[in-house]
Nanobody, 124 residues
Framework: EVQLVESGGGLVQAGGSLRLSCAAS????????IGWFRQAPGKEREGVSC????????YYADSVKGRFTISRDNAKNTVYLQMNSLKPEDTAVYYC?????????????????WGQGTQVTVSS
């Protein structure tokens, strides 16, 4: 059974930090690109960041560039999203997803598996 389980969300003040984790099982993790997406109430889902399976190439949305860092530990089947200098506009449900491709992408239709999401709330 394929599982992607996000954790690490919560309530934080503006300027604070959170680290999200995405623990994966049930598929060859080391062969999959892993992405983070977010969706705020009333807004479309947004691709935040992605990391490729092999060379560790990364992508960041302009809205998070310089503040968020994605990394992966293939030995632990886990991807992390370190979020610093958080802003109220970062408030959303954050999802991780897995795509069976070599390069990073935030095109959501290219993703095969999705987690259930974790809530991140940034207060002003």
């Amino acid at each position: 059974e394929v599982q992607l389980v996000e954790s690490g969300g919560g309530l934080v003040q503006a300027g604070g930090s959170l680290r999200l984790s995405c623990a994966a099982s049930g598929f060859p993790f080391e062969a999959y690109a892993i992405g983070w997406f977010r969706q705020a109430p009333g807004k479309e889902r947004e691709g935040v960041s992605c990391i490729s399976p092999s060379d560790g190439s990364t992508y960041y949305a302009d809205s998070v560039k310089g503040r968020f860092t994605i990394s992966r530990d293939n030995a632990k089947n886990t991807v992390y999203l370190q979020m610093n200098s958080l802003k109220p506009e970062d408030t959303a449900v954050y999802y991780c997803a897995a795509a069976g491709r070599a390069g990073p992408t935030v095109v959501d239709v290219e993703y095969d598996y999705w987690g259930q999401g974790t809530q991140v709330t940034v207060s002003s």
